[in-house]
């Protein structure tokens, strides 16, 4: 047989079941770029005791990551042996090219799955220049939350849909060029060439979030042809929107590998297709315990009350992308309501039937976006589930967590109000319907 690494990259991927790139990708890399998928032969040299960290963060568009590499002079050993850092924000859309510095504080950090070794992935919040959160750090509020509310031990496990698209970022993977594939059905959890493509992704994927450190729980073929979902947790506290942003970050560099672009967008297909979400499933210490299903029942309730402002929290454009996607239809409750029921895939949060039948567990609310912000995302759940109802911290506003400075020109992402959002809200009593 002939040696597999002499082959050219298309020969591989026809081997391996992933169809190559267009003929004209938008971007294509250059030849001395590129090894043919052979391992790169420098990833071997000696490092000396020094350590590659790459810094993650969340530029200013809420839902996208940047990342750069320092060198340390030894392993680190906890996150107060990182340095921080800074990054021009005026590239990031974070600040202006006058005054463009924004900072960077580890938080967390993880084993390299492409450097291996020492090397390490270090997640990042972003910081003012006086050292005070910048207005696009949702992870300062949700830590503060999570601090108050952590007597309840908040256990959170997300699934995180997206699509593979072609290298030109529009048309997703091995789909038909001139056509649509044959209708939902088939692909979900499905096997065969015919039904599933990406796999080679999904499975490298999973091994570098298992080496790194990740709370991977699952993976699994979605509804949508070319369309997938993996699971993290279950997490407590802020860990949750640490490790799913680094999980993103390396699912994206593991399909650059494969010439594969990774979508986020809760609706990237119109018509007929599901869209992709972010379900959050999640539970406190009183609800995994027997009696624990009252518990839920009476969230339920506060959840209903506060439904436009998860809305506005649970996409990055203030509920503008869920308007796509939380249609009522394609396993989703509609935007304008809020409803739950058991194991009801077409409401806004569905609690297990194992949970009605044990009397205690969890459950998952279904209405966040894929590309939501993970720290926004269970910072509103906190504040509405527990310290609302605790008379703890009422909001986290920009005011209180993140004090403007007039001289930065950050981009300012003013939530959908309800009338935007065409939510039709009729008040009887204390409940909203």
């Not at 006086?130 to 939350?145: A, E, Q």
């Not at 309730?301 to 203030?318: C, L, T, V």
């Not at 506003?397 to 403007?404: D, F, L």
Request: proline share 8%; with cysteine.
């Amino acid at each position: 047989m002939i040696d597999r690494l002499s082959q050219t990259r298309s020969s591989l991927r026809k081997m391996n079941k992933i169809l190559p790139p267009p003929a004209t990708p938008a971007t294509p890399a250059p030849e001395e770029d590129r090894l043919d998928l052979k391992s790169n032969p420098y990833l071997n040299l000696d490092q000396h005791g020094a350590v590659m960290a790459y810094y993650i963060w969340i530029d200013g568009t809420g839902e996208n990551m940047r990342g750069k590499t320092k060198t340390l002079p030894r392993k680190p050993t906890s996150v107060s042996d990182l340095p921080e850092w800074n990054y021009d924000g005026s590239s990031t859309g974070q600040s202006t090219g006058e005054n463009s510095d924004v900072l960077l504080r580890p938080v967390a950090f993880y084993r390299d799955p492409f450097r291996r070794g020492d090397n390490i992935l270090v997640m990042c919040e972003t910081l003012c220049p006086d050292g005070s959160p910048h207005p696009t750090n949702h992870r300062y509020g949700c830590k503060d939350k999570m601090d108050q509310a952590s007597a309840h031990k908040p256990w959170f496990g997300i699934e995180q849909e997206y699509t593979m698209l072609d290298s030109n970022g529009k048309h997703p993977f091995c789909w038909p060029k001139n056509g649509y594939p044959g209708p939902q059905g088939p692909y979900y959890c499905g096997v065969g060439a015919n039904r599933v493509h990406g796999r080679s992704i999904v499975e490298a994927h999973y091994r570098a979030c298992m080496y790194a450190g990740i709370k991977i729980a699952g993976s699994n073929a979605e509804v949508m042809p070319s369309q997938w979902e993996y699971q993290v947790g279950p997490c407590e506290g802020v860990e949750m929107g640490d490790m799913l942003w680094v999980s993103r970050w390396i699912l994206c560099r593991v399909a650059e590998e494969f010439d594969v672009v990774i979508s986020f967008d809760p609706k990237p297909i119109k018509g007929d297709w599901n869209g992709a979400g972010l379900h959050t499933n999640i539970s406190t210490e009183a609800m995994r315990h027997p009696g624990g299903l009252a518990v839920i029942q009476d969230a339920m309730k506060r959840f209903e009350k506060m439904h436009i402002e998860h809305i506005q929290a649970y996409d990055p454009k203030g509920g503008e992308d869920n308007k796509r996607r939380l249609t009522g239809a394609h396993e989703t409750a509609s935007i304008h309501e809020f409803s739950y029921g058991v194991a009801n895939r077409g409401a806004s949060v569905r609690i297990p039937r194992q949970v009605e039948k044990d009397g205690f567990g969890y459950f998952e609310d279904r209405r966040p976006a894929s590309n939501a912000d993970p720290y926004a995302v269970t910072g509103r759940i906190i504040q509405t589930m527990i310290l609302d109802a605790e008379g703890g911290i009422k909001t986290c506003s920009r005011e209180t967590q993140t004090p403007e400075i007039p001289e930065y020109n950050y981009i300012n992402k003013t939530p959908l109000s309800p009338t935007d959002l065409d939510i039709k809200i009729e008040k009887k009593g204390d409940v909203l319907f």
